[in-house]
């Protein structure tokens, strides 16, 4: 049989299995190594798109075995220094895959030329979310966030925390003079340095420069994140607080990192807060596309309900500072988290 185009097909099909390949690939780390959800989600969703072009014409008119490219190496693909060198290396394979695909895919049908356009940009942004300061890659592997409450053992009851395995820590105390909030604000730094953990401080970014915190975490009354970050830069991690769909929608559009979503519970950290509740919490699970947490009233007797409406994260505050043993409450909540 003399298939029409058969360089044509020939080039389209060792590029879709060359862009798929390297997907996989790039899919494989977001997944386990990352444990990065939105990224590993995305490298599947291009793969199966590039899938859908595929047609079986292109395979019937491989040939292997007379494939002069087959014999070609480089010395620099017979190894690798680390999953970084993994990464980047199978991003430009994607990333050259998609420019070729993208030009003869024309030829073939307008539709993929554009559709493998779309799809090298979306790689692009799939990299600079990869090759991202660590502070960003600790809080996508951060699935439990503890915010603080004014308790008498502070600095014992948050290192407790840090030794039951919690990796995100946000200091959050209104009452007490600046003095005072600022000498604890460098004390739990401190401590999270030790522990390598993240450290956010609520509400005021001067006090996260002060002590070279990892971020800050908005209210919704207080400073613009526009703001915030033209102070911060782009290397710190800054958290939006949120309570509905619209708030969640205005917060992605600003740029946060990170997002609250509740309060899920009665709380009386947040007394008279309006319930956002588990419907919420289903709605930033189908819509959110960053990195969230669900907050308000949660402990480990009840994360799970938290965890069924499509939660993976979980701020808490009582149930570690009011805990009796915070390592073992801490160690609870991540076993359950997974």
């Known amino acids: 049989m003399t298939l029409p185009n058969v360089p044509l097909y020939r080039i389209l099909d060792a590029n879709l299995d060359r862009a798929r390949e390297g997907l996989r690939v790039i899919e494989e780390w977001c997944r386990f190594g990352l444990n990065h959800s939105e990224a590993a989600a995305l490298c599947k969703e291009l793969r199966q798109s590039l899938g859908r072009w595929h047609h079986p014409d292109f395979r019937r008119a ?76 600790q809080l996508q592997q951060a699935k439990l966030y503890l915010v603080t409450s004014p308790v008498k053992a502070l600095a014992e009851t948050v290192e407790a925390a840090l030794k039951g395995g919690v990796k995100l820590v946000q200091y959050r105390d209104k009452d007490p003079d600046d003095p005072v909030r600022l000498s604890r604000a460098m004390m739990l730094r401190s401590l999270c340095q030790q522990y390598g953990a993240l450290f956010i401080v609520n509400d005021r970014v001067d006090f996260a420069l002060a002590v070279d915190a990892d971020g800050v975490h ?50 009386p950290t947040k007394p008279g807060k309006a319930v956002a509740g588990l419907e919420y919490v289903r709605y930033a699970a189908a819509h959110s596309k960053v990195p969230w947490y669900a907050i308000g009233g949660i402990d480990a007797q009840n994360v799970s309900d938290a965890i069924e409406a499509g939660a993976e994260r979980v701020a808490v505050v009582r149930a570690i500072m009011e805990a009796s043993d915070p390592v073992q409450a801490t160690q609870d909540l991540i076993a359950i988290l997974g």
């Open 62 to 137: 491989r040939d292997t075995p007379g494939d002069v490219g087959t014999v070609l190496t480089h010395a620099q693909e017979q190894s690798r220094s680390d999953v970084s060198a993994v990464l980047q290396a199978n991003l430009c394979r994607v990333q050259e895959a998609l420019r070729v695909l993208e030009e003869y895919g024309k030829v073939y049908d307008p539709a993929m030329g554009l559709d493998c356009k779309q799809m090298r940009y979306q790689v692009y942004t799939l990299e600079s979310q990869l090759f991202i300061p660590d502070r960003f890659q």
């Open 218 to 267: 908005l209210g919704q009354q207080d400073l613009p994140v526009e703001a915030a970050r033209r102070l911060l830069g782009p290397d710190r991690i800054i958290g939006r607080s949120t309570t509905n769909p619209e708030e969640l929608a205005r917060a992605m559009q600003e740029g946060v990192d990170y997002i609250g979503v509740g309060p899920v519970r009665a709380t």
